[in-house]
């Protein structure tokens, strides 16, 4: 019966209230469907209840089987319940505690519960054989335990004449607590299904009449202010500033007659209160010290604890560091609260029951836990989430709680390795990382991060060469934070106080492995660590125009992406190799006319593996793009959250381009919802000779997109078997011709069905032109989706779609009532004639770019003797092989060999330093004669206009041969 909220300084009264009494009262508890926490009941007995509640042993799981799965098994449909369906861990015939289930009632005190009787229906699931067995507890007395025949369940298939509905008789006087057990002894292969638990019973008593008086004090006040009734104190101290309120250690002494929650003031210079009984015993330390200060207004700031027994006691609260307020309210007895344990895989251990307002204690430890090989125990947390926070061990009990076990990877130093510390979150806690060390410091605010004093440190291992960068405050001192080497000898020296908040500054490592050590001269605050160790400093080579990035190399692409934004017009090659972000999302790229080059579209692997908690067309995207003129050749970007763990939505955007002319060659993009997204309505974006995969809606966004000579692949939308309908594109068209154009592309579909797109926004605009469909009969009806999702379509079209046999399977006709739901219908024709076919050629849709100009290749003519290669071509810059392994960037025409047998080849590049074809000496064709047959991934066939045919045709074709290493080639063959 408390009080509720109070105003920092009013005071109420609690104890002086009617007495409540019940006489004989019927009383039942229900848990419906039979697993919830809480137990429904009337209002009109609410208030002599403390608590229910349900509990459940460590070796069983629940999950929940609906109603309408029992409908017509027994004879009559439509009137079953939904059933907590209990299934144990581990066969055991006999009982035990870890097989349990608990429902339980607690009356205020003053209150009885006289039990009369508990009913439950109850269904076995599957075969003959498991059962259960009950008894229940009177105060924490356990009656004998009952055996339930397996003859009188009821099994969950029709014909069964056992009853599902069960009463269970109980002779017994009033009690405060009551609790009945089922106990399952089945095997781990079955399930005792449970639902509509009611205890029924009748309340008798008086609820005890509470004679404590609330009170309230302000601190920030000279003298303090607030009424203090009859028994309170407060001795010592003194009164600091109307901000912080008293400091030097204030003792405020309160008789108490049963449950009081009191509500202490913190400040960031706090420290902790101390909270003794009559006989001098610790009772609890309560942290005071939290983030901020109280302003003269603010009550923002607080620490709660509730004493939570009946008896009466004399506390006594020595409150440390600053105290701007004090309150004490008087309560009901907080009840007996469930502490939930869930292993690293999310499964539960198991879960026990604590008196609220005590000490946690753990029930379960590390040995308990699961810890992948590689990774180290960190702790238990209040949520499976990368927000949550740990729960230390003594941390009071105040609710429900839920402990997750955490386990994450153990840090190890390599010379690729890249570790971000931002130690400005709460959650930050140094001791989870191998590879950051503090001596001294703090954790102070989300905004300042740590504060650490003069003579305090930072150490970070390094493999060897290391860029570090520090995000500084412009609230530290001004003083000289000096970085050594494990031997003692300076690296750098940086000014701690930025000139403007979160200013960063970097220092670079050159040398062995050693441990570098940021000691600090003054107070300083730090935000955030970076540490990026690589292989070797990768510097801008002003006459190729390129950084030419070491393989495997993450971190010193991430540093030359970087340096590329600030300059804009050059160019990163990167070998074949792994480039992992790790979690990262959003890796911007900023600068105009950067292009990214990898040595072959399936071996060169850009990736990063989002948290599933950070799903989301905006937040996942491997790529941000917002400069003009990127591109991109011959490389795979892998945006690898894992989708089929990520529920109803699993949102993993490759590329989120908020640029124009951009620019993807022989590309291939790894998703499956939102892989690409072009996200600029007024945008030009073109690709060539790529690969797209995804599941739903996975080419997305507004502008105009060329997609030319393409493979989409509809991915299955479910782990494992061939399932569910993709679609492919959802255009978000606003003002343009034509949206998303598909020419000359090719569909693999690995899902059940799939429809060409659906519209998004605006006025959607796609088309689908000489596409080769692997699998027609998996188009669904409509072709393209007639319902949208906001807008129907404006222009949804397709054109000469033919199978992997070349034979046409487009329709003649297929006129489509594109609509939303309650609006406008819009019915079109879909299918063009070979004119209008034709206004969607590359040079009409892109009148004023010509993106295929970029990503032409030039050929090479290769010579080899005397020790070296030499060739000729219109080209200005070489990429050269040995053996199929980058070897040089060069714009000479020749190269010494090392003698061996090796076989050298040359690549020239394009306008946009994208490498062609692979060309070696004694080549006389387009295709070289070190690629077997077996490099060539496919060859197709078109007419100068675009068409795609089966085969070559009289007249003049344009055959594409496309390589296993990402590149591909086009010729012309005239037919006569």
Not at 467 to 483: F, G, Q, T
Not at 937 to 958: C, D, E, M
Request: aromatic share 10%; with cysteine.
């Amino acid at each position: 019966m408390g009080c509720g909220a109070l105003s920092l300084l009013a005071l109420a009264t609690c104890g002086n209230v009617t007495a409540q009494s019940v006489s004989d009262v019927e009383a039942s508890f229900l848990w419906k469907v039979g697993n919830e926490d809480n137990a429904e009941y009337s209002e009109d007995i609410a208030a002599y209840v403390s608590s229910s509640s349900l509990l459940y042993g460590s070796d069983l799981t629940t999950s929940v089987v609906t109603g309408s799965a029992y409908d017509g098994k027994f004879g009559t449909s439509g009137v079953y319940s939904d059933m907590a369906a209990w299934q144990p861990g581990t066969s055991k015939p006999a009982i035990s505690t870890d097989d349990m289930v608990e429902f339980s009632v607690k009356m205020k005190k003053g209150v009885t519960f006289t039990p009369t009787s508990v009913s439950y229906d109850a269904i076995k699931n599957g075969t003959d054989g498991p059962t259960y067995s009950w008894s229940y507890t009177l105060d924490g007395v356990e009656s004998e335990v009952v055996d339930m025949p397996d003859a009188n369940v009821l099994r969950d298939k029709a014909g069964s004449t056992a009853s599902l509905n069960h009463v269970e008789t109980i002779s017994a006087g009033g009690v405060r607590t009551f609790t009945f057990r089922i106990y399952l002894r089945c095997a781990d292969t079955k399930k005792i299904s449970i639902a509509n638990v009611k205890l029924n019973g009748k309340l008798n008593g008086e609820v005890e009449k509470r004679k404590f008086v609330n009170f309230a004090v302000d601190f920030r006040t000279n003298p303090y202010t607030g009424e203090l009734p009859s028994g309170v104190s407060i001795a010592g101290g003194a009164f600091h500033d109307a901000q912080h309120g008293y400091q030097g250690t204030p003792v405020v002494t309160v008789p108490v007659d049963g449950p009081v929650k009191f509500t202490i003031g913190s400040c960031q210079f706090g420290g902790s209160a101390v909270v003794k009984n009559a006989a001098g015993d610790v009772l609890t330390t309560i942290d005071t010290k939290t983030p901020g200060c109280d302003s003269q207004t603010s009550t923002d700031h607080f620490a709660t604890w509730t004493y939570n027994v009946e008896a009466a006691e004399t506390l006594t609260f020595e409150l440390g560091g600053y105290c701007p307020f004090f309150k004490a309210e008087a309560c009901d007895l907080l009840p007996d609260f469930k502490v939930s344990y869930y292993n690293t895989d999310g499964s539960l251990l198991g879960q026990t029951m604590i008196q609220g307002g005590s000490a946690l204690t753990y029930k379960f430890s590390e040995s308990d836990v699961k810890v992948p090989s590689g990774s180290a125990f960190r702790g238990w947390f209040n949520s499976d989430k990368s927000t949550g926070s740990k729960v230390k061990e003594g941390t009071i009990v105040q609710a429900n709680l839920n402990l997750y076990a955490k386990a994450t990877s153990i840090e190890t130093v390599s010379t690729t390795a890249r570790f971000i510390y931002d130690i400005a979150k709460a959650n930050f806690y140094v001791e989870d990382h191998e590879c950051i060390a503090f001596t001294g410091g703090t954790w102070h605010d989300a905004q300042h991060g740590w504060v650490f004093s003069n003579g305090n440190s930072i150490s970070v291992p390094v493999a060897g060469n290391a860029i570090v960068s520090v995000v500084n405050c412009l609230y530290s001192a001004d003083a000289e934070a000096v970085v050594t080497d494990a031997e003692g000898n300076e690296v750098a020296k940086f000014n701690a106080k930025a000139e403007t908040d979160g200013a960063e500054t970097s220092f670079k490592y050159e040398g062995d492995a050693t441990t570098l050590t940021i000691t600090f001269g003054g107070t300083a605050y730090i935000h955030k660590i970076s540490v990026f160790n690589v292989v070797d400093f990768v510097e801008y080579d002003e006459t190729s125009g390129y950084y030419i990035i070491p393989a495997n190399d993450v971190n010193s692409f991430l540093m030359a992406l970087s340096d590329a934004n600030s300059k804009g017009n050059v160019r990163i090659f990167l070998p074949d190799g792994i480039y992992d972000l790790g979690e990262t999302v959003l890796t911007n790229i900023s600068g105009n006319n950067i292009s990214i080059i990898g040595q072959s579209m399936d071996k060169t692997i850009i990736r990063n593996a989002p948290l599933i908690e950070n799903e989301g067309i905006g937040s996942t995207a491997t790529f941000y793009v917002t400069g003009t003129g990127t591109y991109f050749q011959d490389l795979t970007i892998q945006n690898a959250l894992d989708y089929y763990k990520s529920g109803s939505a699993g949102r993993a955007v490759c590329i989120q381009d908020k640029g124009t002319r951009t620019i993807c060659k022989n590309v291939k993009m790894l998703s499956y919802q939102d892989t690409y997204y072009s996200n600029n309505n007024s945008g030009q974006f073109y690709w060539e000779d790529s690969e797209i995969h995804g599941t739903v809606d996975y080419i997305c966004g507004g502008g105009d997109v060329y997609f030319n000579r393409c493979t989409l692949v509809n991915e299955s939308r479910k782990e494992g078997v061939k399932y569910g309908s993709d679609v492919i594109a959802a255009p978000y068209t606003n003002g343009s011709d034509w949206g998303y154009v598909f020419n000359g592309c090719t569909i693999e579909n690995l899902a059940e069905s799939f429809s060409f797109a659906r519209a998004w926004g605006g006025t959607p605009r796609c088309a689908f032109l000489n596409t080769t469909i692997n699998q027609p009969s998996e188009v669904e009806a409509t072709r393209y989706q007639a319902e949208g999702m906001n807008v129907p379509a404006d222009k949804f079209v397709e054109f000469n779609s033919i199978d992997a046999n070349g034979s046409v399977v487009s329709p003649s006709s297929n006129v489509i009532k594109f609509f939303i739901k309650g609006g406008s219908e819009n019915a079109k024709e879909t299918i063009l004639t070979a004119d209008e076919a034709a206004a969607y050629a590359l040079d009409k849709v892109f009148t004023n770019w010509a993106p295929a100009e970029a990503t032409a290749q030039a050929t090479v003519a290769v010579s080899q003797e005397d020790g070296k290669i030499s060739w000729t071509s219109d080209a200005s810059t070489f990429a050269v092989f040995k053996d199929g392994v980058f070897v040089t960037l060069t714009s000479e025409k020749e190269y010494a060999t090392d003698g061996s047998e090796s076989v050298y080849t040359v690549r020239a590049a394009n306008s946009r330093g994208g490498f062609g074809k692979a060309f070696a000496a004694g080549d006389e064709t387009a295709v070289s004669d070190v690629v077997s047959d077996a490099d060539v991934v496919s060859t197709s066939f078109f007419a100068l206009s675009g068409a795609r045919l089966s085969k070559l045709q009289r007249g003049v074709n344009i055959v594409v041969t496309t390589f296993a290493d990402g590149s591909s080639v086009a010729s012309r063959v005239i037919v006569k």
